[in-house]
């Protein structure tokens, strides 16, 4: 048994994770009633991600800004640059998809149960309220606005603090890194139970009926992945982009499209870029800040599902109302929680700028909600890879103008 461990061990997480998928579905279509509880260790799996990235941006963070000594670079101007740049593109070409390839809905199903944001305003108030929110709430909600903002600020004041304090700090920071590690070991068993739950559950009869909007959206996902993001990146170093955008997609992407949260999925990303070698005090807060602001695949729901409500009731467009309604989106989808579903309640706020009455937009978070199973998984893969993406962009970016090799 302990042979058998030890050659599971050696091999690559993302090989052992492509097993662990294969093995979810070949469960799950030969015996998913008998092997349910099989669903359960994806559960677990997510829960785990989940409790532990709170506590791991709050000492992360708070460590790095507590040793930092000034004058010492970070690249976090540029992260938040190339942020809103990938998610208003992102956004723009969902429009332009949107007028090429117009899509129509069948609107029969509701989504009671869930209230929008009122307005833009609305979702502006909530974010400030994250950010001063009461530190124990902010860990207990895994509000990572107000996580960022606690860690900071209590880094600020901790810079003065002796070095036995900063060696403490530093001491729960790499405790909470070697648990974020055993976590992301498990990760095929975790995957195994989603894929398993996906299929089990779900399957993909229910998408049947809205293959041509699915088509659009994951299009444009696809394409931002693997066009627009890559350019971004050239066009910033330089140097062949995709070696990094695959390494991201493969080793970030995948556990995000089955855990279907940015917030889950903040350890992996924590635990990739220290892979990769990148500046530690930049990827511990522009991981996080990346799971709450950088949400090109919520940039791209928005404006694709806002479309099809338009279409489908014939309402007339410009491209200068098309254009606001990029922009719209893209702020939009920085107030998008780092969550299943957290974009498609933003619909019906976007939806407001063309009249559409509230409760013909709630039918259209429930067409979200029907699809969710590819359109969310590949949302959130779009968006937590880009994470990886930008920060090492960013990185290279530094390095290249201080004379080094990238």
């Known amino acids: 048994m302990r042979k058998l461990i030890q050659t599971w061990n050696s091999w690559s997480l993302?090989?052992?994770?492509?097993?662990?998928?294969?093995?979810?579905?070949?469960?799950?279509?030969?015996?998913?009633?008998?092997?349910?509880?099989?669903?359960?260790?994806?559960?677990?799996?997510?829960?785990?991600?989940?409790?532990?990235?709170?506590?791991?941006?709050?000492?992360l963070v708070l460590h790095a800004i507590a040793k930092q000594q000034s004058g010492q670079k970070t690249n976090m101007k540029s992260v938040i640059i190339l942020y809103g740049i990938a998610t208003f593109s992102a956004a723009f070409i969902a429009v332009l998809a949107s007028f090429l390839f117009p899509v129509t809905l069948s609107l029969q199903t509701g989504a009671e149960g869930f209230e929008p944001p009122g307005g833009v305003n609305e979702v502006l108030e909530t974010v400030l309220f994250n950010i001063v929110d009461n530190p124990i709430s902010a860990l207990m909600n895994a509000n990572y606005i107000g996580i960022l903002t606690w860690a900071v600020l209590l880094g600020l004041a901790l810079r003065k603090a002796s070095d036995a304090t900063k060696s403490t700090l530093n001491s729960f920071a790499d405790a909470v890194t070697k648990v974020v590690r055993w976590i992301i070991n498990l990760a095929p068993i975790g995957i195994l139970g989603l894929v398993f739950d996906a299929i089990a559950t779900n399957g993909l009869e229910a998408l049947l009926e809205y293959g041509q909007l699915l088509l659009v959206l994951l299009g444009c996902m696809f394409f931002i992945a693997l066009i627009v993001n890559p350019l971004i990146v050239f066009i910033a170093v330089r140097k062949n982009p995709y070696p990094l955008v695959?390494?991201?997609?493969?080793?970030?992407?995948?556990?995000?499209?089955?855990?279907?949260?940015?917030?889950?999925?903040?350890?992996?990303?924590?635990?990739?870029?220290?892979?990769?070698?990148?500046n530690k005090d930049t990827y511990s807060v522009s991981i996080p800040l990346g799971a709450t602001i950088n949400m090109s695949g919520a940039a791209i729901t928005i404006s694709v599902l806002t479309l099809a409500a338009v279409n489908t009731l014939g309402i007339e467009v410009d491209f200068a109302t098309a254009f606001i309604l990029s922009v719209l989106a893209a702020v939009s989808a920085c107030g998008a929680s780092g969550v299943a579903g957290g974009s498609l309640l933003l619909i019906p706020l976007a939806s407001s700028l063309f009249g559409i009455p509230n409760d013909i937009a709630m039918q259209v978070v429930g067409v979200g909600f029907v699809i969710g199973v590819l359109q969310d998984s590949c949302e959130t893969a779009l968006n937590s890879s880009s994470d990886v993406v930008f920060t090492a962009t960013a990185d290279m970016m530094q390095r290249k103008a201080d004379g080094e090799a990238i």
């Open 14 to 59: 993302v090989t052992r994770i492509i097993i662990g998928m294969v093995l979810g579905v070949i469960l799950a279509l030969a015996a998913p009633d008998t092997l349910s509880w099989i669903s359960i260790f994806g559960m677990l799996f997510v829960d785990a991600l989940k409790a532990v990235a709170p506590i791991l941006v709050l000492f």
């Open 246 to 278: 695959f390494q991201a997609l493969r080793e970030s992407g995948i556990t995000a499209f089955f855990t279907r949260s940015s917030a889950a999925n903040i350890p992996v990303n924590m635990n990739l870029c220290e892979k990769l070698g990148l």
